[in-house]
């Protein structure tokens, strides 16, 4: 069983950055990925990794503000996320180990998430 624990969420004012990160306990196959859920509504795809840092995905609500890396060691991910906007409030969730797409929720492993609050 692979344990991730997430860190770096917050509170920040729009226009603002954060940066998660989300640490394994071991190695994970294939990609991680960070989804978010907002209060009310489901679960969603924010960006994901492949094991090699060669396929990187975003939702487009994200593109061009969010940058998703991970470490030469595939334990570890983070989320740069940069002019943020209201609307990005959510718990955040790290994932790891895909069984479909890597913008498909389902994931092996999952964090316990981390709040991010940005204020408008």
């Known amino acids: 069983q692979v344990q991730l624990v997430e860190s770096g969420g917050g509170l920040v004012q729009a226009g603002g950055s954060l940066r998660l990160s989300c640490t394994a306990s071991a190695r994970t196959g294939r990609a991680m990925a960070w989804f978010r859920q907002a209060p009310g509504k489901e679960r969603e795809f924010v960006a994901a990794i492949s094991w090699s840092g060669a396929n990187i995905l975003y939702a487009d609500s994200v593109k061009g503000r969010f940058t998703i890396s991970n470490d030469n060691a595939k334990t570890s991910v983070s989320l740069q996320m940069n002019s943020l906007k209201f609307e990005d409030t959510a718990v955040y969730f790290c994932?790891?180990?895909?069984?479909?797409?890597?913008?498909?929720?389902?994931?092996?492993?999952w964090g316990q998430g981390t709040q991010v609050t940005v204020s408008s």
């Open positions: 994932a790891a180990y895909p069984r479909n797409n890597f913008d498909d929720i389902n994931y092996l492993y």
